[in-house]
């Protein structure tokens, strides 16, 4: 059995069952994904998720500053480019900015919306 609730993880149950189940977890996470955004992108999410998952505490603290540090230089950047720019957009109303949203919703996994 696996249950998680963010940071409260309970396993319980034989290996090949634990195994089991984590597979049909990655592949209905997989399946749910590639619905939504495609199967590359389906792949590229779950490779992260075991990437991040192999790393410790520290190289996780690492990753997650990395990332905020490039949130705050799109931010910036399209800060920049809104003010320089005063035009009425018929973007979606997050940024308005694509690639802006792009990374938002990588990070976050759905975006500014």
Do not use: W
Not at 61 to 90: C, G, H, M, P, Q
Request: one cysteine or more; a negative charge; proline letters at 3%.
């Amino acid at each position: 059995m696996l249950k998680v609730n963010f940071q409260e993880t309970e396993i319980k149950g034989s290996e090949p069952h634990i195994l089991t189940e984590f597979t049909m977890l990655a592949r209905n996470l997989r399946k749910l994904l590639a619905e939504e955004e495609g199967v590359e992108y389906a792949d590229e999410q779950i490779a992260k998720c075991v990437k991040l998952s192999k790393m410790t505490p520290e190289e996780l603290d690492r990753e997650i500053l990395e990332s905020l540090n490039k949130l705050v230089e799109k931010l910036a950047s399209s800060l920049t480019e809104e003010e320089s720019s005063k035009e009425s957009s018929d973007a979606e109303p997050s940024t308005g900015n694509s690639a802006f949203d792009d990374f938002l919703k990588n990070l976050f996994g759905g975006g500014a919306k």
